[in-house]
């Protein structure tokens, strides 16, 4: 099976700063990489899909990037409304990481 | 505008079978992914699987007991987990799968979420 590892675990941070969260595949997964947005009680959100391709209707300060094992999820500057627990799944062999969990300062 | 809607008992007694039902509106459900995930209280996102015209594909650790089916009469698909116990408790999501490469499968739309206890 591939593992896939988040880091941080949980990150606090202000409105108007930069956000970088990490996910690391136990082997290769060339860029079959997405990333969700999830807020208590709803289901998740696509925000990413294919590393580096923005949902239709995710805003543009949403990005990611990557590919092989090590890909990225960045926030430009967060909103408040960004504050929420992110997920990434490896699409190789479907599985999510297992959250990043992003609170307000 | 797609949208999915979860259906199903809200309790299941141990050993027995769950059984739920997404409901599509807006989307043909003769292609795409459509797929089932879990979150248990408090804890984190899980995949169960999916069924898609060339087959299906399920979690390892689930497999053995998870039949993802579709009925195109109804544009409806269903999850049949097997002799539950305490652990498989969770929020079950629908969801739509699309890909647009081979291995290239992302969830785009989502149902509202079902919670599913298991108890006696």
């Known amino acids: 099976d591939i593992q896939m590892t988040q880091s941080p675990s949980s990150l606090s941070a202000s409105v108007g700063d930069r956000v970088t969260i990490t996910c690391r595949a136990s082997q290769s997964i060339s860029s079959y990489l997405n990333w969700y947005q999830q807020k208590p009680g709803k289901a998740p959100k696509l925000l990413i899909y294919?590393?580096?391709s923005l949902q239709s209707g995710v805003p543009s300060r949403f990005s990611g990037s990557g590919s092989g094992t090590d890909f990225t999820l960045t926030i430009s500057s967060l909103q408040p409304e960004d504050f929420a627990i992110y997920y990434c799944q490896q699409s190789y062999s479907p599985a999510f990481g297992q959250g990043t969990r992003l609170e307000i300062k | 505008q797609v949208q999915l809607q979860e259906s199903g008992p809200g309790l299941v007694k141990p050993s027995e079978t769950l059984s739920l039902t997404c409901s599509v509106s807006?989307?043909?459900?003769?292609?795409?992914?459509w797929s089932w995930s879990r979150q248990p209280p408090g804890k984190g996102l899980e995949w169960i699987g999916y069924f898609h015209n060339s087959g299906t594909n399920y979690n390892p650790s689930l497999k053995s007991r998870v039949t993802i089916s579709v009925d195109t009469s109804k544009n409806q698909f269903s999850l049949k987990l097997s002799s539950v116990t305490a652990a498989d408790t969770a929020v079950y999501f629908c969801?739509?799968?699309?890909?647009?490469?081979?291995?290239?499968?992302?969830?785009?739309?989502w149902g509202k979420g079902t919670t599913v206890t298991v108890s006696s």
């Open positions: 807006g989307a043909s459900i003769s292609s795409y992914y």
């Open positions: 969801a739509r799968g699309s890909s647009h490469g081979y291995y290239y499968y992302y969830m785009d739309v």
């Open positions: 294919a590393a580096s």
